[in-house]
């Protein structure tokens, strides 16, 4: 509550230095909070990567402004793995490092209609394809041979997802999401968002 209260008191905007960069958009989507990261990302206005953007950056600045100092200045520049972590949702295991077995939680945000992201692991490509039509989501997800994964999605009905694809198990809910276990190979989740 207090780090939204923060955001919002400067707008929507960045007030964060490189450490706190890397942490932010995490910290907002662990929390619930989705819809503050959103609005952060959306900006356009300094401090922002919007404004970077809009100021013709092609890399991280050490400074939101175009002050002196490296203008690719990658340490702790976490937003591209943001992406895929967060709104593609492939994420390693803490408990089983190295992809082995992987955690997909995509998230379904307000504003983006489709995500795809793919993460090239030792045992070959971890794939997240997800596209929002209406009140329906359809998230496709490849795991590479030798691999598994624990599948976290969001719906406003459990009843309502179907599953193609051979080798999954519905495991039950956990804060909010229905939980499945998958083995390697191809599978397609529709349901209500």
Known sequence: AQLVKAINDKGGHHDTGILGSKC??????????????????????????????ESGATSLYENWTNAPGSMNHIMYGDISAWFYSYLGGIQADPEKP???????????????????????????????????????????????????????????????IKVDGAGYKYMGQQNGREIYSVGSGRYVFIGLK
């Open 24 to 53: 932010i958009f995490r910290v907002l989507c662990d929390g619930g909070r989705t819809d503050t990261a959103m609005v952060m990302l959306g900006q356009k206005t300094w401090p922002s990567y919007g404004y970077w953007i």
């Open 98 to 160: 190295g992809f082995k077995h992987s955690m997909i939680k995509p998230y379904f945000v307000k504003g983006i209609d489709w995500v795809r992201a793919e993460h090239a692991s030792s045992y070959g490509n971890i794939k997240v394809d997800w596209k929002i039509s209406g009140d329906t989501f359809r998230c496709i997800i490849e795991m590479p041979v030798n691999t598994d994964a624990t599948v976290h999605l969001v719906t406003s009905d459990s009843q309502s």
